[in-house]
């Protein structure tokens, strides 16, 4: 019985092994010279000027929401376009669908004025 789960055991060795292997490496090889500049905390190479809890325009966001949804749309968009001999009219349809209400948000999110910067 305990045979059965020996590959598991030594995938999982393994697995740690190189998983905790280059932290300890970088530990023990890596030199340990700090000094002011390398711990002081810093934003873009210089010092901070604002407080790190300012609010942020809306914009930002939705800029990144609209890149996960197009992000998103061509992460489904290969796999559909190499089985679409094997899927039929069904899944053309289905993907009409999906691209007609992508393509349905973009236009609410530009006639919103969300894509213009000032």
Known sequence: ML????????FLALGAFFGIAPLLAGFLIAPHRPDSAKNSPYECGFEAFEDSRMKFDVRYYLVAILFIVFDLEIAFLFPWGTVLTEIGMFGYMAMVVFLS?????????????ALEWE
């Open 3 to 10: 045979e059965n789960y020996l590959p598991v055991l030594v």
């Open 101 to 113: 209400i992508l393509v349905i948000g973009f236009i609410y999110e530009w006639k919103k004025g």
